[in-house]
């Protein structure tokens, strides 16, 4: 597959998502940096961070960006080069790399064509390090990748409280019911994931990608 790395700065981003500009992330991305491992080969999520939560960044992307409601902090660091699986919440995310820069891979939800999507239809997209990005709703996304061969991200997670905590108890009424994995998340799996193979929805079509090669 023949993928082109977009910055989020080029005009390709805008269908995907905005620079979210104005405010001072230091504190922030420097905490992030102190309290937060970076396996070298594996990717970790945490949803919340009490300790980065507890920053006075938190009202403001609260109150300016989230217009009041509630939001969470969290974190997705590691060393990835992958696609493996994508995912939407029923809202916008905030991506924040910190030290080194992230490549995020994207798709819209328009692209979903009889319960599936096509990987041919995957942009990428480079982040920055201490560029926040917001995701838009209708933004297909995962685990950032790493901008370089060998180098771990950390990447600053906002979204609205509870967002990818313990699933619901629910009954599954329609085919969408059923990529639920989490809350406020649902996910599109490749049929080559460990998220297939432990009963993720095997949503994705075509080849699993990776950018090893790219960068």
């Known amino acids: ?15 995907y998502g905005r620079v979210v500009d104005g405010y001072d992330y230091t504190e922030l991305l420097d905490t992030l940096k102190k309290v937060s491992p970076c396996p070298e080969d594996a990717v970790i999520y945490v949803p919340g961070d009490d300790t980065l939560e507890a920053l006075a960044v938190k009202t403001v992307l609260q109150d300016n960006c989230y217009g009041g ?11 990835n080069t992958k696609l493996n699986c994508l995912e939407f919440h029923r809202d916008s995310e905030i991506n924040i790399p910190a030290g080194n820069d992230a490549i995020l891979l994207l798709a819209k939800m328009e692209d979903i064509v009889d319960n599936k999507l096509d990987t041919a239809k ?5 982040c920055p390090a201490g560029t926040a990005v917001e995701v838009y709703a209708t933004t297909l996304h995962y685990a950032p990748c790493s901008a370089k ?5 950390r990447v600053i997670i ?4 509870g967002t990818n905590t313990e699933l619901p108890e629910f009954k ?9 994995t989490a809350r406020n998340k649902w996910l599109l799996a490749h049929a080559e994931s460990s998220e297939a193979a ?10 699993n990608i990776d950018i090893a090669d790219l960068i």
């Open 122 to 126: 995957v942009k990428a997209f480079k």
């Open 149 to 153: 061969n060998g180098e771990g991200f």
């Open 69 to 79: 409601m509630p939001i969470q902090i969290g974190y997705c660091n590691g060393t």
């Open 172 to 180: 599954p009424m329609n085919v969408q019911d059923s990529w639920m």
């Open 1 to 15: 597959m023949s993928l082109h790395i977009y910055s989020v700065f080029d005009p390709e981003f805008a269908a």
């Open 198 to 207: 432990s009963g993720a929805y095997v949503g994705l079509t075509g080849e």
């Open 158 to 161: 906002v979204l609205p409280k």
